[in-house]
């Protein structure tokens, strides 16, 4: 990470003065990987670096940052291993070997180590523990460097990360990466609707390791991301504006999903339809943990390229617009940003969304964390709005109820059922609401409220 702080890029960039906006910057393709590289990140991870380097200016993502703050404060005993809370905590990125390729990489978590049995007795491998014994008695301490098969032969050359090396792009305003051809540059004035040239100044500019964490910063809030870090201008959606797109959502053509329900009981403001709080076993707590370790180009892949978060929609947009092996390096690489996996020991049996883990060339992974999910069941625990999870206990809805000064008389309980689109919802809701379980379960709670009339 030190390295990375030091790493500079130049951008030479074309602003509109007369409205003090970028319209787009050229780049070379070292830049273009870091901002591709934003899809690998997991939601947990975000939240971290933004909370590391911003403090207390950082960033509300809706519901993310208390759902991280309420795993990071829950006991480990809540936990099937010692291990699976700081899983959740410091999401793995499943792309990683790739990324610490880049020239500069914004995650900071320290590489995945992988073990085997030194004879070899099996093809067996352990994650960051070389202390635990194979079956013939021998420890788990021969280190091995893995990748995944799919993406290994994108990874075997110096020729760039994601995109081929010694290409240039242009990047517009809303974080829309396009090849910068001949004729490219007219079409993106044309669409900014300029006519004169007169109204253009072209600026060269540096921008490190701060500015390009201010950009992911900004990529996830606002429609001008580049207007914003690069000049200062601070143009981030309102919340209200968000929420109002909030909406059933509909999952990407052919994603699959496991159709499992998991049910909840959740105790309603009738005078408001808000939620309180919501009680719920460990499979639905496991669930919403589980969200953290998502990467953000998985998740958008999963709302269908529509999470009302700021520009990165824009950016998954261009990823599947790049032609591989002319821009992007190969189809199999393209296919993985476009469609991330979770790295091995990940996929919980609590998760509604299908999920698939990385293979790593035939390996099987001695999985040491609980087969059936993080968290150790059966346990009962409550959820506030904003997606705090605290244990369950006798009087711990009261106590919340009269926190929140709701009157026993204005709640009311209903059982819901939470399958893939409830689901959906929830996450899309978490992205950008501070009410993700309100918002999230909107739809739902207006059937079955207008059923019980």
């Not at 291993?81 to 500069?104: G, H, M, P, V």
Request: one cysteine or more; a negative charge.
């Amino acid at each position: 990470m030190s390295a990375s702080k030091e790493v500079k890029f130049c951008l030479k960039v074309v602003i509109n003065k007369e409205e003090n906006k970028v319209l787009f910057a050229e780049v070379d393709s070292n830049f273009a990987d870091v901002l591709i590289s934003f899809m690998t990140l997991p939601l947990g991870t975000i939240v971290r670096l933004l909370a590391k380097h911003f403090g207390d200016e950082a960033p509300t993502i809706g519901s993310l940052n208390t759902l991280y703050q309420g795993l990071s404060n829950l006991e480990s005993s809540h936990f099937c291993t010692d291990s699976a809370k700081q899983i959740l905590l410091n999401a793995r990125n499943s792309l990683a070997f790739l990324c610490q390729k880049l020239k500069l990489n914004l995650d900071d978590s320290e590489p995945t180590k992988y073990f085997t049995c030194p004879k070899w007795c099996k093809r067996e491998l352990v994650m960051n523990r070389d202390d635990l014994k194979c079956k013939c008695g021998n420890l788990f301490n021969g280190e091995l460097i893995l990748e995944s098969s799919k993406t290994q032969t994108a990874s075997n050359d110096d020729d760039g990360v994601f995109t081929k090396e010694n290409l240039t792009f242009l990047i517009t305003d809303d974080l829309l990466v396009v090849p910068n051809l001949a004729g490219v540059c007219i079409q993106v004035l044309n669409n900014f609707g300029i006519g004169d040239t007169n109204e253009l100044v072209e600026k060269h500019i540096t921008v490190g390791f701060k500015e390009i964490l201010e950009l992911l910063k900004a990529s996830l809030f606002s429609r001008t991301p580049l207007t914003d870090v690069i000049l200062h201008e601070n143009r981030v959606d309102s919340a209200n504006t968000v929420i109002a797109q909030l909406q059933s959502t509909n999952p990407q053509p052919g994603e699959q999903f496991f159709y499992k329900k998991i049910i909840v009981k959740a105790i309603i403001r009738k005078s408001t339809n808000k939620v309180v709080l919501v009680q719920a076993q460990d499979d639905f707590v496991d669930f919403l943990f589980s969200l953290l370790t998502i990467s953000l180009g998985r998740v958008i892949r999963l709302l269908g390229s529509n999470t009302c978060l700021g520009s990165v929609d824009n950016l998954y947009r261009s990823i599947t617009n790049l032609d591989a092996g002319m821009y992007l390096k190969t189809e199999d690489l393209k296919r993985i940003l476009l469609n991330p996996q979770l790295p091995p020991e990940y996929v919980s049996h609590n998760q509604i969304f299908y999920h698939t883990e990385m293979l790593c060339n035939g390996y099987e992974f001695v999985h040491l964390n609980c087969k059936f999910g993080y968290v150790k069941g059966p346990a009962i625990f409550m959820l506030t709005d904003d997606l705090v999870v605290t244990p369950s206990f006798a009087l711990s809805s009261i106590s919340l109820i009269k926190n929140l000064k709701v009157p026993l008389s204005d709640v009311e309980e209903l059982e819901i059922d939470i399958g893939k689109e409830e689901a959906l919802n929830i996450l899309k809701a978490s992205l950008t609401s501070t009410s993700a379980l309100t918002d999230g379960l909107k739809p739902t709670l207006k059937r079955q409220l207008k059923q019980e009339k």
